[in-house]
């Protein structure tokens, strides 16, 4: 069991960059798959991309392949998403979540973050 607590939402202009941190208060996140979600606006909640816990490999959605890196730092206790090229089609809130599982889907996560705005200017 996990308790995730979230950092680094903001405003950017489009091209630009920005970081999130998603650390586990309580708990651990070494074995767990860290995943990172985000609703925009009038949308559903979308599977952005995940960490596996016990490979360490990456996978993405197609919109940010290329342009979002996920990393994780154990002795921190933190997973990161970092995001390059920010579209104005990124604005969204965007959540982490703890997972047993490396299932894209919202449904297989256990544990959710609290969730932060990222708003991108044309």
């Known amino acids: 069991q996990v308790q995730l607590v979230q950092s680094g939402g903001g405003s950017v202009q489009a091209g630009g960059s920005l970081r999130l941190s998603c650390a586990a208060s309580?708990?651990?996140?070494?074995?767990?798959?860290m995943g990172w979600f985000r609703q925009g606006p009038g949308k559903e909640r979308e599977f952005v991309g995940h960490?596996?816990?016990?490979?360490?490999?990456?996978y993405y959605a197609d919109f940010v392949k290329g342009r979002f890196t996920i990393s994780r730092d154990n002795a921190k206790n933190t997973v990161y998403l970092q995001m390059n090229s920010l579209k104005p089609e990124d604005t969204a809130v965007y959540y982490c979540?703890?997972?047993?599982?490396?299932?894209?889907?919202?449904?297989?996560?256990?544990?959710w973050g609290q969730g932060t705005q990222v708003t991108v200017s044309s």
């Open positions: 309580e708990g651990t996140i070494s074995s767990y798959t």
């Open positions: 960490e596996r816990w016990s490979t360490g490999a990456t």
């Open positions: 979540a703890a997972s047993p599982y490396a299932i894209p889907g919202a449904r297989y996560y256990n544990y």
